[in-house]
């Protein structure tokens, strides 16, 4: 699985690249082709001409499986329905509901992988209180996106984007 | 007629842009809560969920008279068939045990059980019909959610059992045809611009994205931080500019080059109804041509829906169904074959 890297970005010419970054403690990876990696290095010092729109479009493209089956290998079972956390690993199929509680602390970074995004914002059940009500200040959110631009933590930063563009377009169709 | 080709019915509806967009779908995943997911739950708590939601099916209205097919008990060559309708996953087709697939009898809406998810709800239609589809399953979601109280979470919305579609557990996807696009030499140019979007790019058959007849299905990739809306409205969007591409490039082919592309129209005419062998690919291949021919009024009175009807009904499986049962390559390609030239025995003349 780690043998061969095929691009992130344009899932077509081989990795000719890999490119590690400390984001907050943790180490990321992102393998990318000679075009690509000159094209959209998002983790070159200057970033001025670099959209957040482009950082984003690389994360996305990242290959889910092989993301996901980095292989630290955690020996943990769901509390509830007694998946081995590996399991989950080799599949991609977690057991039950519960499973999301009991491998929360290594669920959250696929998620971020997978969507970049970690927190839900579409409907609720019905008699669900909505979520997200408490951070839905747009001046506060666009002041931890510069924030988080700045220190380069574009995972943050994309979701950050989203929530804010949420908001707006919220607030859009009120006015109209 | 059988209900197994009454399920059939949904290919030949029309609708807004259908000579582009082939179809459009939503589809929801959902879970009981408090039950393993399918591929982790015993015999009897498959068979729970499956009472459950059947139950909760019986109690709505939209199923008031159901088509109901258990894949446990259809055969192989049936479940094959409804796979081809694009009515069941892969995933379905195996069989399995307490699996069932519920439509309305007008093949707008339907529930599987027990697929990866306890339930995969979906809407689908013909043609561009986007908000059509995701308003009508978002409904059913919200009728069977109250009865059955699907697994949630404030923080990850809905739980499913494949994190990839957590959140909002939404699915929305178009079938394309985009030769005029594929004549230019546009789409690679399109399919790689789809994953900085968010979205999947897939071929005739789902799985995976081979050019299959220029035939493309869009999807939404991302299902966890983004509300419903934002999905639909990207999809649309994303969509509509596609569509436009497309219409463009069509008017330019028969503007500028219309020697070149009527021959090929009618060579794929030539061929289709006048062959003795047919492989279902070399088929695709040529009914994509075609229903490019009938898009500027070519071939008499065949419509977009008659060839949508056409090219699912030449796949193995309806063959092998329609055709008494040959699982032999060849005796099928010759069977194709022959469906295909009784079917194109029109009046051409004044074209
Ligand atoms: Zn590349
Ligand atoms: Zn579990």
């Known amino acids: 699985m780690l043998g061969k890297h095929i691009c992130m970005s344009c899932k077509q010419n081989p990795a000719a690249v890999k490119l590690t970054k400390l984001i907050k403690g943790s180490v990321e990876e992102l393998w990318l082709c000679q075009e690509c990696a000159a094209q959209q290095n998002p983790y070159q010092k200057k970033i001025g001409a670099l959209s957040i729109e482009q950082v984003l ?26 998946l081995p956390f590996d399991s989950y690993r080799s599949t991609l199929l977690l057991g039950c509901s519960e499973c999301y509680a009991s491998f929360e602390k290594y669920l959250i970074a696929d998620l971020r992988k997978f969507h970049g995004a970690t927190t839900h914002c579409g409907r609720v059940p019905e008699g669900a209180p909505p979520v997200l009500e408490h951070n839905r200040n747009p001046r506060e959110i666009r002041r931890r996106l510069r924030e988080a631009v700045e220190s380069e933590d574009f995972q943050r930063a994309a979701r950050l984007r989203d929530e804010l563009r949420q908001i707006e377009l919220r607030a859009e169709g009120k006015e109209s | 007629m059988d209900n197994l080709r009454k399920s059939d019915e949904w290919l030949d509806r029309g609708g807004p842009d ?19 997911f399918p591929m982790r739950a015993r015999h009897e708590e498959l068979k729970e969920v499956l009472d459950r939601v059947q139950r909760a099916i019986r109690n709505n209205p939209r199923f008031a008279s159901p088509l109901s097919f258990s894949l446990t008990e259809i055969k192989s060559v049936e479940r094959n068939y409804l796979k081809e309708n694009h009515l069941i996953s892969t995933e379905m087709e195996k069989g399995g045990e307490n699996r069932m697939i519920i439509l309305t009898d007008d093949i707008k809406l339907a529930v599987m059980i027990n697929e990866e998810d306890h339930l995969r709800l979906f809407a689908l239609d013909t043609g561009f019909q986007l908000c059509e589809v995701f308003n009508q399953a978002a409904a059913l979601e919200s009728e069977l959610g109250r009865e059955l109280g699907f697994a949630f979470s404030p923080k990850y919305g809905y739980l499913t059992a494949c994190p990839t579609n957590t959140g909002t557990g939404l699915r929305a996807s178009v079938m394309l045809h985009l030769p005029g ?11 790689k611009s789809m994953p900085q979007l968010g979205l999947t790019v897939r ?14 299905q869009i999807s939404n990739e991302v299902t966890l931080g983004k509300s419903e809306e934002q999905i639909i409205d990207l999809l649309s969007r994303v969509i509509e500019q596609i569509l436009d591409k497309e219409k463009q490039a069509r008017r330019m082919l028969f503007e500028k080059n219309r020697a070149f592309i009527e021959d090929e129209l009618w060579r794929a005419y030539g061929l289709l109804a006048h062959a003795r062998l047919m492989t279902s690919h070399e088929a695709l291949q040529l009914l994509s041509k075609l ?10 009175s065949f419509s977009h829906s ?22 032999k390559a060849e005796a099928r390609d010759r069977l194709r074959a022959d469906v295909l030239r009784k079917r194109l025995e029109i009046d051409v003349s004044r074209n």
């Open chain 2, 291 to 300: 229903r490019l021919g009938i898009d500027r009024g070519y071939f008499g």
């Open chain 2, 203 to 216: 071929g005739f058959h789902g799985e995976n994205s081979e050019n299959q007849g220029d035939f493309f």
């Open chain 2, 181 to 191: 696009l594929s004549y230019i030499k546009q789409i690679s140019e399109i399919v």
């Open chain 2, 306 to 327: 008659d060839l949508n009807k056409l090219i699912i009904e030449v796949q193995p499986g309806h063959l092998q169904y329609s055709g008494g049962g040959t699982a």
């Open chain 1, 57 to 82: 479009a690389t994360l996305l493209n990242q290959n889910k499986k092989e993301m996901a089956a980095k292989p630290r290998s955690v020996d943990i079972e769901c509390s509830s329905c007694g």
């Open chain 2, 18 to 36: 259908n000579n582009v967009v082939m179809s459009s779908r939503a589809r929801y995943a959902r879970n009981l809560p408090r039950i393993p």
